[in-house]
T-cell receptor
Framework: GENVEQHPSTLSVQEGDSAVIKCTYS??????FPWYKQELGKRPQLIID???NVGEKKDQRIAVTLNKTAKHFSLHITETQPEDSAVYFC??????????WGAGTKLIIKP | EAGVAQSPRYKIIEKRQSVAFWCNPI?????LYWYQQILGQGPKLLIQ????????DSQLPKDRFSAERLKGVDSTLKIQPAKLEDSAVYLC?????????????FGSGTQLSVL
């Protein structure tokens, strides 16, 4: 079955710098890859998603890139701000249309 | 648009007791999910409903967990009897789509502590 690995587990960046979180997946048939943001004590919220027929998608300061050949996808956050501090989860949809989640990355924005 | 409603927000019980959680999804969302999120981990799907039918309950510990969505709207998740390892946040989510787990909207969750 599908397996999703996410790195790093913790990422600390200076405010204003960029942050990159990477995920790899095992099932080449996976075709949908969302990213969720979960602030401390709050619910996960979808921030961006990408389908396998697209290589890159951007929404203001966040972007996701997908490399189907290498089976990895990444979340890019530019010009980081304090409100970007959260845990970010990647996921991949398996052949049963279920999301397989990564373990999460805690992003810390240093002032 | 109202979000996914869950209650209670917190629950503390002793092991071997029973507990129930309630979820009301976004109006019109056909699919409802119950996830278990252990501290420091990603959400783990327990059960998925499409309307009032079960789509996937392969990871639901059926000897102690049960869930229902009788009228295809709100849902309850029950644990009986609870174990220490059931301590987690129980998240309910809903989506407009009928099958694929796309664009999930999560509730605030119920934080369960089993002592």
């Amino acid at each position: 079955g599908e397996n999703v690995e996410q790195h790093p587990s913790t990422l600390s960046v200076q405010e204003g710098d960029s942050a990159v979180i990477k995920c790899t997946y095992s099932d080449s048939a996976s075709n949908y890859f969302p990213w969720y943001k979960q602030e401390l004590g709050k619910r996960p919220q979808l921030i961006i998603d990408i389908r396998s027929n697209v290589g890159e998608k951007k929404d203001q300061r966040i972007a996701v890139t997908l490399n189907k050949t290498a089976k990895h996808f990444s979340l890019h956050i530019t010009e980081t701000q304090p409100e970007d501090s959260a845990v970010y989860f990647c996921a991949a949809m398996d052949s049963n249309y279920q999301l397989i989640w990564g373990a999460g990355t805690k992003l810390i924005i240093k002032p | 648009e109202a979000g996914v409603a869950q209650s209670p927000r917190y629950k503390i019980i002793e092991k071997r007791q029973s507990v129930a959680f309630w979820c009301n999804p976004i109006s019109g969302h056909a699919t409802l999910y119950w996830y278990q999120q252990i501290l420091g981990q990603g959400p783990k799907l327990l059960i998925q409903f499409q309307n009032n039918g079960v789509v996937d309950d392969s990871q639901l510990p059926k000897d102690r967990f049960s869930a229902e969505r009788l009228k295809g709207v709100d849902s309850t998740l029950k644990i009986q009897p609870a174990k220490l390892e059931d301590s987690a946040v129980y998240l309910c989510a809903s989506s407009l789509g009928a099958v694929a787990a796309e664009k999930l909207f999560f509730g605030s969750g119920t934080q369960l502590s089993v002592l």
